[in-house]
């Protein structure tokens, strides 16, 4: 989603800030811009498509500049069009760039145009230009006039803005997106991602809501709410440039998948000793919260609410405790009866997804015994809101889809599951079998990536058709959402899942030969069922892809039948769902998609 990165130097930053946006391409967008301060006149360079296209363009006018504010945007209000990129500027003067949405922009914007401003774009953000110019024409300076912009915006917002009348400041002001200072050696940056700045400062201060700063190469102000002026921590994070490159690997995609075993190595290292998980893992008097919890609840959205809906399977079977999921996007608005001692967890791999954000917000309101977050970015909205937390320690995942995240989520939420048990006394003999499976996942992860081979000479007969079916029953229908998530988010093939013994209630109408359908048929009490529901599928022309214990024979006909690596029943979903990213990329890859960028998606979903 939208990318903001800004600076002031005392070097040129013109070619900083468009590498800037280079690194914030995995996000998704659909055009950049750039306005740069040269003394007497303010560039401003904008283009439809990658930031390539940007970059020729910066190429060919040369832009000198100390001062700049840059953005990459993900369409909300109007087409992408160089007239709706960013930044926007009022009477060539004031320039801005914004991440969010501002709900207010209709009244906004004709009361703007009653006082003569013109609009070019059909964005939301373009009236923030207009606001700053007026209050900057009445004589305020540029922060006063950030504070009275601020009071007439109703809505999510990362802001920085020029002014042609001053050449060394810029402006910023968050409300609920994303922003941080980079604090550098004569120079200062701002940005809505640390990996936009990562290469240029390990020293970032992340803004809270309702602040506003100016930046100089000099020196940096902050103020809050209130227009005092405040300290905020300064947090020292060493982001690696191998973390955040591709190395040999064809996509980001491809690298995340490959990097598993070490990702999960990460999430449960330093965690877990002897038979058991440690105490207090989610933070301090987290041991002694979770022996009071009644109940669960879990908001979350795409990959990560798949995550929350196989814990909630654990969550009952190992911790014995009832758990409601819900979509964040849908949670606040059925009025939601919270029973007492319930816990309500957030699952994100970025921690700022603007509807998980918005649950944990309303949900604070209720009467929830406390907050807990599964987060990959510890520096995140989500982490520093919640009471307690655990961070997977994944490592940036750069891809679009979510692959190391999740099944790093996954590890994260078995540890929830243990240390619920633990905390109330229950399973004893079952947690020390757990604890077993999950020093070995690593080496069962790293086996099951070995089906790379086969994923290749199947991926050419999916890759040909318009539609794909994901079945798994119990614990593994989410692994079969994931699975037809994955599938359609990179590869653009339809593709829906179903609990399979759901299939002769609607779906086996769809069953032809153009229809390939995946399974998941690990060792289960229910295994057998399963098979009898791909009978029905085989009997009427449907071609198989049965992921299978070694244990389980059936006769596929024309499909495939691929035995997974035996491990503990607890483990499976985790490892079931490395084949079915395997195969999705291999699908991608010959549909010649976007796989680290796919069409209209974004990497963190900063708008609700
Ligand atoms: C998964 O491949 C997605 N791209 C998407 O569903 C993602 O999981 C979702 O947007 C939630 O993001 P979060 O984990 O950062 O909150």
Not at 217 to 228: P, Q, V
Not at 321 to 347: F, G, M, W
Not at 404 to 431: D, H, I
């Amino acid at each position: 989603m939208c990318g903001i990165i800004a600076a002031a130097s005392t070097r040129n930053v013109g070619k900083l800030l468009v590498q800037g946006l280079h690194k914030m391409e995995y996000r998704g967008y659909d055009s950049a811009g750039i306005a740069l301060h040269q003394e007497n006149s303010i560039a401003h360079l904008r283009s439809v498509g990658k930031v390539q296209l940007l970059e020729e363009k910066m190429i060919e006018e040369k832009p000198k500049s100390k001062l700049g504010i840059a953005h990459t945007r993900w369409a909300t209000h109007g087409e992408p069009s160089e007239a709706n990129a960013h930044p926007h500027k009022s009477k060539e003067s004031v320039y801005i760039v914004h991440n969010g949405i501002i709900e207010n922009y209709v009244e906004l914007k004709e009361s703007l145009i009653a006082k003569g401003y013109d609009f070019t774009s059909q964005t939301d953000s373009e009236l923030i230009a207009h606001l700053l110019d007026f209050f900057i024409n009445k004589g305020n300076s540029m922060i006063e006039a950030m504070y009275l912009a601020k009071e007439k915006l109703d809505g999510a917002y990362a802001i920085a803005a020029i002014d042609l009348k001053d050449n060394s400041n810029l402006v910023v002001a968050r409300n609920k997106s994303p922003l941080l200072i980079g604090l550098g050696t004569d120079e200062m940056f701002a940005a809505s991602d640390p990996l936009a700045i990562a290469q240029l400062t390990n020293d970032f201060i992340f803004l809270e809501d309702g602040d506003v700063a100016s930046i100089s190469a000099e020196e940096y102000k902050i103020y809050d709410s209130s227009k005092a002026e405040v300290t905020r921590d300064v947090t020292h994070i060493d982001i690696s440039s191998q973390a955040t490159s591709k190395g040999d690997f064809r996509h980001f995609m491809e690298k995340e998948i490959y990097e598993q075993p070490e990702a999960v190595s990460s999430t449960i290292d330093g965690r877990i000793g002897g038979e058991d998980v440690l105490d207090n893992i989610f933070g301090l008097g987290s041991s002694d919260l979770f022996s009071k919890v009644e109940r669960i609840q879990i908001v979350a959205c795409g990959t990560s609410l798949h995550a929350g809906r196989v814990a909630a399977n654990w969550f009952s079977s190992i911790a014995e405790l009832p758990c409601q999921i819900d979509y964040a996007s849908e949670y606040r608005y059925r009025n939601p009866h919270v029973d007492k001692n319930s816990l309500l967890i957030t699952i994100s791999q970025s921690g700022e997804t603007a509807d998980t954000l918005a649950a944990l917000n309303y949900a604070r309101e209720k009467d929830y015994l406390a907050s807990l977050t599964i987060c990959n970015v510890p520096t995140s909205s989500l982490a520093r809101e919640s009471d307690f937390s655990l961070f997977t320690n994944a490592g940036p995942e750069i891809g679009v889809a979510s692959t190391k995240a999740f099944t790093t989520q996954l590890a994260g939420l078995m540890l929830l599951a243990l240390s619920l048990a633990k905390s109330r006394n229950l399973n004893p003999l079952l947690r020390g079998r757990i604890i077993k499976a999950l020093r070995l996942l690593p080496e069962t992860i790293a086996e099951a990536l070995l089906c790379k081979e086969k994923m290749i000479e199947i991926a050419p007969s999916i890759a040909n058709k318009d539609n794909a079916l994901f079945l798994g029953r119990g614990i593994f229908y989410p692994i079969a959402k994931e699975g037809a998530l994955k599938l359609k988010e990179i590869s653009y093939i339809h593709a829906e899942a179903y609990p399979a013994g759901e299939l002769k209630h609607g779906p086996l109408a769809l069953i032809d030969e153009n229809m390939p359908v995946i399974a998941l048929a690990p060792e289960s009490e229910i295994a057998e069922k399963l098979i009898s529901n791909l009978e029905e599928v085989k009997a009427r022309g449907g071609t198989l892809y049965v992921f299978a214990d070694p244990s389980v024979n059936m006769d596929v006909k024309a499909g495939h039948l691929i035995h997974m690596p035996k491990c503990d029943f607890f483990m499976t979903p985790i490892v079931y769902n490395i084949p079915l990213q395997i195969l999705s990329y291999e699908v991608a890859l010959l549909r010649g998609t976007d796989i680290d960028q796919p069409r209209n998606l974004a990497k963190s979903v900063t708008v609700e």
